[in-house]
């Protein structure tokens, strides 16, 4: 996948479901496949759960895309017993390759804080149950964060924090316990300076990057409905943060999603 001239890129976090591409992700799609991003991890997170639906039914349509499903804690509160039935069936799903995005935010508090705890600690016994690892959605809430991966033991599973907007500190103690640092669209922010601190000094094998789109995008197109294909500006501002070639960070982040999920990198 890919042209010889350009590495290709994986967005490693995006959302493609018809709550946000009514019309259906074959565009988009076609946009990212022609700048360079060769696979998708589409999120399967929502309301209700269409989302994860959706997410793995695309994930079995299309060779370049993969799925996660899993309960966001904005939705911690209004998921039925039946909804996390389905969850951890659709979680056993060959092509569901983490569980996600999952965890705490305290920034909009949809859901009270006890019940975003339970349902996140719930969440990581699931992915040890499924045998795969996590994506974590944290906001405002660093401490109960680390707090609940160290209690509930969840290096046995790692993963990915997903649009990391923590700090040095965090970073480290998140890789510490086998999770990988996702920059999104923010590193590109000239005010960011904490998360261009950590993505100075990561580790070159533990980084990776993604869009988060429709959310996030980066600058030069800051303001604009994200889509995958804008990945590479994120990809461009870690290279030049980090003072290494273009191509040797879109192949180290390609390298890192890959393993990290278990993603295929053959050729087309
Ligand atoms: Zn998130
Ligand atoms: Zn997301």
Redesign the pocket.
């Known amino acids: 996948m890919g042209s010889s001239l350009q590495p290709m890129l994986i967005d490693s976090h995006c959302h493609l479901d018809p709550a946000y591409l009514p019309a259906g992700p074959g565009d988009v799609l076609t946009r990212a496949r022609a700048a360079g991003v060769g696979l998708f991890v589409c999120i399967g997170v929502g309301r209700d759960l269409g989302a994860a639906r959706a997410a793995v039914a695309l994930a079995g349509a299309r060779k370049e895309v993969f799925a996660t499903v899993g309960v966001h804690p904005h939705d911690a509160a209004t998921t039925d017993e039946r909804g996390f039935e389905e969850i951890a069936r659709l979680a056993r799903e060959p092509r569901v390759v983490a569980i996600g995005?999952i965890g705490l935010d305290y920034h909009y508090d949809h859901s009270p804080r006890d019940v975003q705890k339970a349902v996140f600690r719930r969440m990581i016994a699931l992915a040890r149950e499924a045998g795969k690892p996590i994506v974590i959605?944290t906001r405002s809430a660093p401490a109960d964060t680390l707090a609940i991966l160290e209690e509930e033991d969840a290096r046995d599973v790692g993963g990915i924090i997903?649009?990391f907007s923590e700090d040095r500190a965090f970073a480290e103690r998140a890789l510490a316990l086998d999770f990988d640092l996702s920059f999104s669209g923010i590193l590109t922010f000239k005010n960011a300076h904490a998360i261009r601190e950590a993505a100075r000094f990561a580790p070159a094998d533990r980084i990776l990057v993604e869009t988060?789109s429709p959310f996030l995008a980066p600058v030069p197109l800051r303001g604009k409905t994200c889509e995958p294909a804008y990945i590479v500006h994120t990809a461009r501002c870690l290279a030049e943060l980090r003072g290494q070639p273009f191509d040797e960070v879109a192949r180290q982040t390609t390298a890192n999603a890959a393993k990290r999920l278990g993603l295929p990198l053959q050729s087309d």
């Open positions: 995005e959605h997903h649009c988060d």
